[in-house]
Nanobody
Framework: QVQLVESGGGSVESGGSLRLSCVASLRTRGNYCIGWFRQGPGKEREGVAVVYANGSPSYADSVKGRFTISRDNDKNTLYLQMNALSPEDTAMYYC???????????????????????????WGQGTLVVVFS
C-alpha cells in the first residue's frame, strides 16, 4: 500500500512563502501521476500541481507563476514551493497519486479535477495552510 506523508503547512502572512513536502513510500520518479491537491473552506477539492514521470509539470491557472512542484528522487520526496501566497490559497493541501494514469493524462488533474473522477488511489493525510492578510 502506498503511503504519502505531507508536512510543511502553517500560517503565513499574505505575500509570504511556504514549502510543502510529501514523503512517498514509492519512487517519486515512476510511471504514474503524482501531485498536490487542495480543499479550501466551503470549496471542492482541486488539483494544484501535478507531474508524470519525466514529464513537464502541470499547474492550475490560479497558481501558475507562483507555485512550483519539484522532486528529490533520492529522498522519494515531492515538494510544492508556494510564493506570493494570498488568503485564497488557504486550504488543506494533500499529496496524491494515480498509479494507473497513462502518459498524457496527468494534466487533467490540474485542469479539471474537482473532487470526483480520475483514479487517485493514494492520498496523504494533508497539511493545513492558512494565509492571513
Amino acid at each position: 500500500q502506498v503511503q504519502l506523508v505531507e508536512s510543511g503547512g502553517g500560517s503565513v502572512e499574505s505575500g509570504g512563502s511556504l514549502r510543502l513536502s510529501c514523503v512517498a513510500s514509492l519512487r517519486t520518479r515512476g510511471n504514474y501521476c503524482i501531485g498536490w491537491f487542495r480543499q479550501g473552506p466551503g470549496k471542492e477539492r482541486e488539483g494544484v500541481a501535478v507531474v508524470y514521470a519525466n514529464g513537464s509539470p502541470s499547474y492550475a491557472d490560479s497558481v501558475k507563476g507562483r507555485f512550483t512542484i519539484s522532486r528529490d528522487n533520492d529522498k522519494n520526496t515531492l515538494y510544492l514551493q508556494m510564493n506570493a501566497l494570498s488568503p485564497e490559497d488557504t486550504a488543506m493541501y494533500y499529496c496524491a497519486a494515480d498509479l494507473s494514469a497513462p502518459p498524457g493524462t496527468c494534466a487533467w488533474y490540474s485542469e479539471h479535477y474537482s473532487g470526483t473522477g480520475g483514479a487517485l488511489g493514494a492520498w496523504g493525510q494533508g497539511t493545513l495552510v492558512v494565509v492571513f492578510s
